[in-house]
Nanobody, 119 residues
Framework: EVQLVESGGGLVQAGGSLRLSCAAS????????IGWFRQAPGKEREGVSC????????YYADSVKGRFTISSDHAKNTVYLQMNSLKPEDTAVYYC????????????WGQGTQVTVSS
């Protein structure tokens, strides 16, 4: 059974940090890219960052560049999103998702974790 389980969300003051984790199971980790997405109330879901596990390439949305860092632990089949200098506009439910190498859509999604940044 394929599972993506996010953790690490919570309430933090502006300027603070959180580290989200996405634990993957049920598929070959190195064959997938893992992306982080977020959705705030009343807004569309947006891509935040992703990492291609086969070669370590990373991508970031302009809104988080320089503040967020994505990384992958292949021994633990876990992807992390280190979020620093958080802003109230980062408040959202954060989801991780997995896309098979060569594919054009994300095949699997986690249940999400809430991040709330207070001003």
């Amino acid at each position: 059974e394929v599972q993506l389980v996010e953790s690490g969300g919570g309430l933090v003051q502006a300027g603070g940090s959180l580290r989200l984790s996405c634990a993957a199971s049920g598929f070959t980790f190195d064959d997938y890219a893992i992306g982080w997405f977020r959705q705030a109330p009343g807004k569309e879901r947006e891509g935040v960052s992703c990492i291609i596990n086969s070669d370590g390439s990373t991508y970031y949305a302009d809104s988080v560049k320089g503040r967020f860092t994505i990384s992958s632990d292949h021994a633990k089949n876990t992807v992390y999103l280190q979020m620093n200098s958080l802003k109230p506009e980062d408040t959202a439910v954060y989801y991780c998702a997995a896309q098979r190498r060569g594919g054009n859509e994300y095949n699997y999604w986690g249940q999400g974790t809430q991040v709330t940044v207070s001003s």
